[in-house]
């Protein structure tokens, strides 16, 4: 199963900020995030371009490619709570990395 690329996510995060067809209630994420709408109830969350590059996120993106529109908002059908565990490994992993680069 081929992993989707950080560059494919940034192209859809920068379509979708360009985009006035795919807002949801005029919904703005700050730049340098990617919104990903999750669950049933399509909880918003602007995440760091930086998570992308997690290997947890990109496993959970990787899962659920089929289901990710081409254009339009990504949206995971996983629940919120996984994901809030996904993007806490993946800042966790983020925090790592800046921190060995630091040294």
Known sequence: MAMISRKRLELVAKKMRSSSSWSR????VPHGCVPIYVGEEQ??????V??????????????FQEE?????PLSLPCSPQM??????LAKSDQE????????
């Open 43 to 48: 909880k918003l969350y602007e995440v760091p």
């Open 68 to 72: 990710i529109p081409a254009n339009g």
């Open 83 to 88: 994901f809030d565990w996904v993007i806490g």
């Open 96 to 103: 790592i990395i800046t921190a060995v680069h630091d040294l």
């Open 25 to 28: 209630s005029n919904c703005r």
């Open 50 to 63: 930086e998570c992308l590059s997690s290997v947890m996120l990109q496993a959970l993106l990787t899962q």
